[in-house]
């Protein structure tokens, strides 16, 4: 299966590369995407995917460090269109906005994300949506872009279900991370069991929010993405084979996987 979203180029994970891909191939997960957080982070994820079949990579920049480019948009415009190219880069992000933190400030992370949408207007990948916190704000940035809502996954998704659904109304995909097994979510778990099967992705956002029945192991790793495939399959009532190859369907027609 597929694990959509996770963070191999970050240190918990990377210093101890060949023993997590092993153990993600001993899960059965036999495809990965590693997603980029800024445009060195996206260089470093590329390479990593050239270097192994099974590992892809994004471009662009996470609203965390939006920060670091105040002024350098050229760069981050050149970075995205350049590494747009490699056939291993599947999608771009992620990108967004956060506002559970004051810094950096909401001004950089809008100029960042409207920057990173405009330059997205003249590329063809999909585009990974970090939100958290700022759903009405994502979505009228995106509409005001003019790009297809279709373009659009909602990864790691913790919102309520009003978010939810005019996230699904915009026509994107949504994803979920092991927060959906926690205890203290059975809302999300509630609201996840009624995404359309064919608009939902799984993913571990690895190195963190390991899902149970392993929430306390650190770093969190591909090998756990069947935890959550697993979960969600119960919450449907639906055999696990099916839901994975159905959900791995969507992975493959979304970033255009082999």
């Known amino acids: ?3 959509t979203h996770c963070h191999l180029t970050f240190k918990l994970l990377l210093d101890d590369l060949d023993a997590v891909l092993t153990r993600a191939h001993d899960a059965g997960v036999d ?8 445009p060195d982070d996206a260089r470093q994820a590329a390479a990593l995917a050239g270097q192994h079949d099974n590992v892809y990579a994004t471009v662009g920049v996470h609203p965390h460090y939006a920060g670091q480019w105040r002024g350098r948009g050229q760069d981050v415009a050149a970075a995205m269109r350049e590494l747009a190219d490699d056939p291993k880069v599947v999608a771009l992000g992620e990108m967004g906005l956060d506002r559970h933190y004051d810094d950096p400030p909401i001004d950089d992370q809008r100029r ?24 009405d704000e994502v979505l009228a940035m995106i509409r005001d872009a003019g ?14 279900q009003q978010e939810l659904d005019a996230i699904l109304e915009l026509g994107a995909m949504v994803s979920f991370t092991g927060i959906v097994t926690f205890s203290n ?7 996840a069991a009624g995404v359309p099967l064919d608009r939902l992705m799984i993913e ?3 190195p963190y ?9 650190r770093p969190n790793q591909p090998c756990y993405v069947p935890c ?31």
């Open 112 to 135: 960042v994300f409207a920057l990173q949408l405009e330059t997205a207007k003249a590329l063809t990948k999909p585009i990974i949506i970090h939100n958290r916190e700022a759903t």
């Open 204 to 206: 571990t956002d690895s």
């Open 228 to 258: 959550v495939a697993s979960f969600l399959a119960q919450q449907r009532g639906m055999d696990e084979s099916e839901f994975i190859a159905a959900v791995d369907r969507n992975a493959e027609r979304f970033f255009g996987l082999g």
């Open 1 to 3: 299966m597929i694990d």
């Open 31 to 38: 495809r990965m995407i590693t997603v980029a957080t800024t």
């Open 209 to 217: 929010l390991t899902p149970e029945p392993h929430r306390k192991v």
């Open 185 to 191: 979510a059975r809302s999300l778990a509630r609201s």
């Open 147 to 160: 790009l297809p809502g279709a373009r659009f996954v909602f990864h790691c998704f913790t919102g309520t």
